[in-house]
């Protein structure tokens, strides 16, 4: 995917993009890093790294994450909100966090069967996980979809958010509809705790503080940059 996505921005859309991979299994990267010996693609290079702890040489337009397990994709959501990224793409994987917290917190009444057949209980923490990080990311002040990226048949975890950095929403609303729903399954996501210092301040319901200021400017994004787009992919 990687090598497909710095081939789609350079040679179709004519964006010259660099582009950083980064993976934790060193045989990955030393494989990949091979590829791209191979294709004298030089604008791509691959990072030995958990994604928490990577440092890109300068803030990245563009995160992509494609299936990465459990909290690694709160990870990549973070850097992404820290790097103000223009666009971010991340399909998640497996969701063992917030598992952990449904099977240890008695839910509100109206939820309760759902939580008696495992296989239900297993989709609706799914279905939680990614409404609080799409929520999460427009509270940061993107736009945010949740779609499908491929066909089933190919891949049950074929869910993607999708998010596009845009004027600010109405934070206060989405800040309420947030805090009600983690009451309501009495959780906290992973990603909240890896949020940027700025970005905490808006979790909080603004009924009585007033209305909190931007998370960020009112920068849309542009393809149009004299400087190379900096991309990351995980």
Do not use: W
């Not at 030995?48 to 990577?54: D, G, Q, R, V």
């Amino acid at each position: 995917m990687t090598f497909a996505l710095h081939h789609y921005l350079n040679s179709k859309l004519g964006v010259s993009c660099e582009l950083i991979g980064v993976d934790h299994n060193p045989e990955s990267t030393a494989r990949n890093e091979a590829k791209a010996a191979d294709l004298d693609a030089e604008t791509i290079q691959f990072v030995t790294s958990s994604i928490s702890k990577f440092e890109a040489p300068r803030p990245a337009d563009i995160v992509v994450a494609l299936h990465a397990c459990d909290t690694a994709t709160d990870e990549a959501l973070a850097q992404a909100l820290r790097y103000e990224a223009n666009l971010i793409f991340v399909a998640p994987c497996c969701h063992h966090h917030l598992q952990v917290q449904l099977a240890a917190t008695e839910p509100a009444e109206p939820y309760v069967p759902i939580m008696r057949d495992g296989i239900l209980k297993e989709r609706l923490g799914d279905l939680v996980t990614d409404t609080l990080r799409a929520m999460l990311l427009r509270i940061a002040g993107y736009k945010v979809d949740v779609i499908e990226f491929t066909a089933p048949e190919h891949t049950a975890k074929n869910l993607l958010i999708r998010a596009k950095k845009i004027l600010v929403n109405d934070v206060a609303e989405l800040a309420r509809e947030y805090q009600a729903l983690k009451t309501a399954f009495g959780v906290t996501p992973y990603l909240e705790s890896l949020l940027p210092e700025n970005l905490t301040p808006l979790l909080k319901s603004t009924r009585d503080h007033g209305e909190p200021e931007a998370p960020f400017g009112h920068q849309i994004p542009t393809f149009s940059k004299p400087t190379p787009t900096s991309c990351v992919g995980s």
